[in-house]
């Protein structure tokens, strides 16, 4: 019985493995075009649209490698790395990430931490966090403000997403 539940699982896995092995290969390759980009990038416009096409790719690897660690985890092939971690490396990471979008759509992205330390599977909570913020912004209207912080106290972290927009709406 219990291998009628395995092979399903493991034939999703090889999936997930030949569909990450396929994928990584035009990233790759488009890494290459912006190694290459950069060389010929003559003013700041040029070479900061350059480190968001970067970091969209960079974004887009991170994404691959956590749907194939969630598949594993899922099938309990491997148990998710908890570790420690802080609040700063986070807001970095969505600063970089998020602005610009914001800003494209017209609205308007801030955050704040305290000093705080967050123990969790990091690839995980950046899922998480990467789709509220997401969603925050491109369902808000125009000229919002969307809102990342983290608050703590002496034995917890709380992260918010907020905004003044309508919701998703079905």
Known sequence: QLHSFQRPANRRNESLRDANHDLKQPITKLRFYTDRARTFA???TQTKFLHLVEA??????SMMHSII???KIST?????????????DLTNCFQESFFEMAEE???FFGQKEDDCTIRSNEILLKR???NLLN??????P?????YLSFRSNARECCIRVWDRGPGIVN
């Open 56 to 61: 969209g790719l960079e974004e887009l690897s």
């Open 142 to 146: 125009l000229g919002t403000l969307v």
């Open 76 to 88: 309990q092939l491997v148990a998710p790395s908890i570790q420690d971690i802080r609040a700063s």
């Open 42 to 44: 003559t003013d700041g």
């Open 105 to 107: 759509r017209g609205s």
């Open 135 to 140: 969603n925050a912004i491109l369902h808000t």
């Open 69 to 71: 660690n969630q598949a």
């Open 128 to 130: 998480i966090i990467s």
